[in-house]
């Protein structure tokens, strides 16, 4: 045996093809997939063999695609054998006629079979960028949607809401419908077998076993097992560039609703909506990398120039999306508020975009590598020596994850990723380096960290008001840049966008845009307490300060 492209192994024993193939002359035991676009496999009986010479098969349940095979349509067997998908190359018809009603077809006989292993244990994961959607339905009208994580021939991998729990429990049996990018929905019954809880994440990871799998299912499950390796192998980092796309994973339109977990229409506006993709996409690669991956160089340069085509696009509104995101991960929302905040603060032509991109992409998963470390230590009121060393191990952590971005410039990720937690005294870490050792990005990285870190609730404190972080920012010059201090406050201001603010006529508003002299220019009343939301009310452009008099306060908001 040699090894065969795709994970198969190829088989060119003749002794051996003959006995694979006596295997899958029986009813159900053998498929045919037709070498062209959108094809799934069909239904055929592999009749008899003559070793050498020819195959027979029954194809009058798929009579139809009799003119296709007639007129040189290449197509290839597949069938499982003891656990292992088995498939021949292309083969072509030679002949074929109808006896008793019935049309038999006579095609070349395969000088080789290829051989997929691990059938029986192996799981078909789901790579990031590769979205199949899930619909669990009870024995009511109650339903659940979720992600497919991994399939096999035997079972699945669901992620779904924590809420989903209340559904499972009251049922033995549930039906999964899949549904795939390009339409294709596959229904299948199962029981759950195990149960893994993200509180963070407010998620669980469900393991199901199908049950009752008739021949067809189990036909399509091969084929789909079969379509997400294919899939999957083009965002590996060895990846053949010039591999075709599983047409499974080709939607039928943009404006298709996806089926999953993250109901974008939820969030408060256009643009929210836009950068909650950017940020489901950091979510569920947090997830990789706390299940032993790295990050994938293709997705990371696909989502920073999402973020830079955001932030080109209408930067006020993106600033204040940063805001609106109060479903994903403390992480996450941190990590695109400093990355959006970067890029505003570092705006201007004498930016190449290169660079640019590099700040939007290493700010973005700057934190994501305190998913790695025990979780204990993200929700300490306080760290001993020990536990403030232990969380200082993200950093490494995540440049090593890093390693394979080959595009990501290797300066830019290590003055972000590294220098933002370093302080001018040389008080920070991971190296300690002071003032003399700092990059110019490293110290405005520092300043809109800290910044946005300090509006957000921590275990140790609650959020600050943006004047009393100027303050500690202006009063520790031995830590943070004053320059780079002094230039975010002119950048954004006293009031920035996206703070809560109490005017002088009692109404509270989120600051969603500001004029030329900083003062709000556009606001949404609201009167929650609350990130931007399902509570949002009017919105006011203009002469605001005419209707609602002076800011008066910025408030707090738990994020």
């Not at 088989?11 to 094809?39: C, F, M, R, Y």
């Not at 596959?186 to 149960?195: E, R, S």
Request: with cysteine.
């Amino acid at each position: 045996m040699v090894k065969a492209q795709d994970d198969f192994v190829r088989v060119g024993s003749p002794a051996d093809i003959e006995s694979l193939l006596d295997s899958l002359i029986q009813p159900g035991g053998a498929s045919l997939l037709l070498d062209k676009p959108e094809s799934t496999p069909l239904p055929v009986v592999l009749m008899e063999q003559v070793p050498a010479e020819s195959l027979a098969m029954d194809i009058t349940a798929v009579r139809e695609i009799g003119g296709e095979l007639k007129r040189g349509l290449g197509f290839r067997l597949l069938g499982q054998v003891q656990g292992k998908i088995v498939r021949t190359p292309l083969l072509k018809m030679v002949e074929s006629e109808t006896l008793d009603g019935r049309v038999i077809c006579r095609c070349e006989y395969p000088l080789y079979l290829e051989e997929m292993q691990r059938r029986e244990a192996f799981r078909a994961r789901l790579r990031l960028g590769m979205e199949v959607g899930a619909i669990l339905r009870g024995d009511g009208e109650a339903t659940v949607q979720g992600d497919l994580k991994d399939l096999s021939q035997q079972g699945c991998q669901l992620e779904l809401p924590a809420s989903a729990a209340s559904l499972l429990s009251a049922v033995a049996m549930i039906e999964i419908e899949l549904c795939f990018p390009n339409g294709t929905r596959f229904a299948v019954k199962a029981a759950a077998c195990h149960t893994v809880a993200d509180a963070d994440r407010q998620t669980i990871r469900v393991g199901f076993r199908f049950q009752g799998c008739n021949a067809e299912q189990e036909r399509k499950l091969w084929f789909f097992v079969r379509e997400i390796e294919r899939e999957s192998s083009r965002y590996a980092e060895e990846a053949d560039v010039g591999r075709l796309p599983s047409m499974l994973f080709q939607g039928q339109s943009v404006a298709s609703a996806p089926v999953g977990r993250r109901n974008l229409l939820s969030y408060p506006t256009p643009m929210a909506r836009r950068l909650a993709r950017v940020a489901g996409y950091l979510d569920a690669q947090l997830l990789e990398l706390q299940q032993g991956d790295g990050i994938g160089s293709i997705q990371l340069s696909r989502h920073a120039d999402m973020l830079l085509m955001l932030a080109d696009e209408d930067m006020e509104a993106l600033q204040f999306a940063t805001r609106c995101l109060s479903r994903e991960p403390r992480l996450v929302r941190h990590g695109l508020a400093v990355a959006v905040h970067i890029l505003a603060l570092a705006n201007g032509s004498t930016v190449p975009r290169d660079v640019r991109k590099a700040l939007a992409a290493s700010a973005m998963v700057h934190d994501l590598g305190k998913g790695l470390v025990p979780g204990e230590l993200l929700s300490a009121s306080s760290l001993q020596a020990n536990g403030y060393a232990q969380l200082q191990a993200h950093v490494p952590l995540l440049m090593k994850a890093l390693a394979k971005c080959q595009w990501l410039s290797a300066g830019v990720a290590k003055a972000v990723v590294e220098g933002v937690n370093e302080r001018l005294d040389g008080s920070g870490y991971p190296a300690g380096h002071d003032g003399d050792h700092l990059q110019e990005l490293s110290r405005m990285s520092a300043v809109v960290d800290v910044v946005d870190a300090m509006r957000r609730d921590r275990p140790d404190r609650p959020a600050w008001r943006i004047d009393a972080v100027y303050r500690h920012l202006l009063t520790h010059p031995g830590q943070f840049d004053p320059r780079w201090v002094k230039r975010y406050i002119q950048r954004f201001g006293l009031r920035p966008i996206g703070s809560l603010v109490r005017f002088a006529s009692g109404d509270m508003a989120w600051i969603q845009r500001l004029d030329q002299q900083g003062k709000p220019f556009q606001v949404q009343l609201t009167d929650a307490i609350e990130p931007p939301g399902e509570a949002l009310g009017e919105v006011l452009r203009g002469n605001v300060t005419a209707r609602l008099g002076e800011p008066v306060e910025e408030i707090p908001v738990s994020t």
